[in-house]
């Protein structure tokens, strides 16, 4: 059975390249446009193995987005990879302080991208 992954972000362009890129190496992938999508769609899928997601979006934002699914005990301890454009010193921490634990910057290498995930997932 393959790991799914859900996958955050508002540009469907984004979601299309990290999909093929899953899909390629055998996982499973739920999509989500925002924050608020993706609550919506965790409540019906607890098999997700690893969340990657965007900072910037319309709705709600990445950072909200993390806030809300560490406060979730089902949901608490999903690995999230960000996979943004923010790439500050004082965004990584805001992010690693709400319990992300990676953070790539587009654009992104479908290799370093996939190690990261087998990491993560491991």
Known sequence: MAKKIMVIDDSSMMRLAVRSALEE???GVLEA???VDA???LE????IALIVCDVNMPNMDGLT?????KQKP???YIPILMLTTESSAEMKEKG???GVRAWMVKPFSKEVL???ISKLCA
């Open 25 to 27: 190496n055998g996982y």
């Open 33 to 35: 446009v925002d924050g």
């Open 39 to 41: 609550l919506e769609k």
């Open 44 to 47: 019906g899928n607890k098999d």
């Open 65 to 69: 987005f993390v806030t809300h699914c």
């Open 74 to 76: 089902e949901f608490q």
């Open 96 to 98: 690693k302080a709400l």
């Open 114 to 116: 996939m190690a990261a």
